[in-house]
């Protein structure tokens, strides 16, 4: 038996899932988190072989979740299966951790196949992510050059967060989440942080 702990801040989703997963006879959810202090909290203790991971949660973001995760429990597979687009932090993110990255428009089908995938220890990776894997060089874009770190504090900007909230969440000193801010605009050719936004909004990562 594969037991899920599943991670969304919208309880419509976390039901969803839970209908889904109690449907197939080799699987079952074994705990569940609104928000990521209590994805973290949970798992410090709780048994389980594979997070099912949303990237918008309150509290602690999805990002921050998936790289304290890989401290907590560096074997732990995680599918996030978010709203945003595969091109926008797929790589980003299973660079950073995640055995799997799927959109919420996938097929059911297809979150149950990356779950028993993953619970094996082997990634699971759409056709549209193996290829960009394959895109290297001056062929990315701007934002998908930026590291882990700097790609979580990007997320944050294009959010709406401040400087401070970034801090508190990504547990950084101000200075640190200054720093990473500097190397954001280089990278992106921005000089101030409404650039960096219209950057976003340019790339097609935020409407």
Request: proline residues 4%; charged residues 25%.
């Amino acid at each position: 038996m594969i037991r899920v702990f599943i991670a969304d801040d919208h309880s419509i989703v976390r039901d969803g899932l839970r209908q889904l997963i109690a449907a197939s006879s080799d699987l079952s959810v074994v705990g569940e988190a609104a928000d990521g202090r209590q994805v973290l909290t949970a798992l410090e203790t709780l048994e389980c072989d594979v997070v099912i991971l949303d990237l918008s949660l309150p509290r602690v973001g999805g990002p921050e979740v998936l790289r304290r995760l890989r401290a907590l429990r560096p074997t732990l597979p995680v599918v996030v299966l978010t709203m945003y687009p595969e091109d926008q932090y797929a790589v980003t993110l299973l660079r950073s951790g995640a055995s799997a990255y799927l959109c919420k428009d996938r097929p059911s089908t297809e979150v149950l196949d990356a779950i028993r995938k993953v619970a094996t220890g082997r990634p699971y990776l759409t056709e549209t992510i193996a290829q960009r894997f394959l895109t290297v060089g001056d062929d990315q874009p701007p934002h998908a050059k930026l590291t882990a770190r700097e790609h979580q504090v990007f997320t944050l900007i294009i959010q709406g967060r401040t400087s401070s909230e970034i801090a508190a969440e990504l547990d950084l000193t101000a200075g640190t989440v200054s720093n990473h801010l500097a190397k954001i605009k280089e990278k992106l050719d921005s000089h101030s942080l409404a650039d960096v936004v219209r950057y976003a909004h340019r790339a097609g990562l935020i409407d």
